[in-house]
T-cell receptor, first 112, second 116 residues
Framework: DAKTTQPNSMESNEEEPVHLPCNHS???????IHWYRQLPSQGPEYVIH???SNVNNRMASLAIAEDRKSSTLILHRATLRDAAVYYC?????????????FGQGTELSVKP | GAVVSQHPSWVICKSGTSVKIECRSL??????MFWYRQFPKQSLMLMAT?????????EQGVEKDKFLINHASLTLSTLTVTSAHPEDSSFYIC????????????FGAGTRLSVL
């Protein structure tokens, strides 16, 4: 699975939107883009995933660049509970159900 | 609610003893589970893939004789840290995915191991 690059940390204000970037310039045509987050002292939790089209769910939105070399996780209104480390992970479609390889992620802090 | 349960959530043990950590899929069967380790301020590191009814597959650099994995049923995998030492102190996390929704991995809440 190809590698991703994320900023080490980001800050946001409560109730404002947050855009978390991820670069994946070596992505292959069969790589899905997954986002997980890890709250302090907990296991990671699934946020969202997509292949080519933008995706929305109750937690977040995923905007995927047309060339798929980058993507952005969008939290529409950050809350204090969104403070976590966010991981952008690529996984080949043939590896569904397979292991996830975590990078360093982006530590998001949310200020009241 | 949680679909993957880990037990215990926290354990302290003396150096040289063994510790067993359980990972259960609560409402689905998991032929494959994964074990990760996470040191403070670091990312998750995959240790091994636990396969029901067969031997686990260990990542490079992970000692299989030290970290024993048993996946005896479709809902339970155990990780035993044998002869634990202070450098084994870490946060251990397991995960699994549903057969019909393999794109999503569900993670346990983690087990914090402190070896004195």
């Amino acid at each position: 699975d190809a590698k991703t690059t994320q900023p080490n940390s980001m800050e946001s204000n409560e109730e404002e939107p947050v855009h978390l970037p991820c670069n994946h310039s070596t992505i292959s045509g069969t790589d899905y883009i997954h986002w997980y987050r890890q709250l302090p002292s907990q296991g990671p939790e699934y946020v969202i995933h997509g292949l080519t089209s933008n995706v929305n769910n109750r937690m977040a939105s995923l905007a995927i660049a047309e060339d798929r070399k980058s993507s952005t996780l969008i939290l529409h209104r950050a809350t204090l509970r969104d403070a976590a480390v966010y991981y952008c992970i690529l996984r080949d479609v043939a590896n569904q159900g397979g292991k996830l390889i975590f990078g360093q992620g982006t530590e998001l802090s949310v200020k009241p | 609610g949680a679909v993957v349960s880990q037990h215990p959530s926290w354990v302290i043990c003396k150096s040289g003893t063994s510790v067993k950590i359980e990972c259960r899929s609560l409402d689905f069967q998991a032929t494959t589970m994964f074990w990760y380790r996470q040191f403070p301020k670091q990312s998750l590191m995959l240790m091994a893939t636990s396969n029901e009814g067969s031997k686990a597959t260990y990542e490079q650099g992970v000692e299989k004789d030290k970290f024993l994995i048993n996946h005896a049923s479709l809902t339970l995998s155990t990780l035993t840290v044998t002869s634990a030492h202070p450098e084994d102190s870490s946060f251990y996390i397991c995960s699994a995915s549903r057969r019909l929704a393999k794109n999503i991995q569900y993670f346990g809440a983690g087990t914090r191991l402190s070896v004195l």
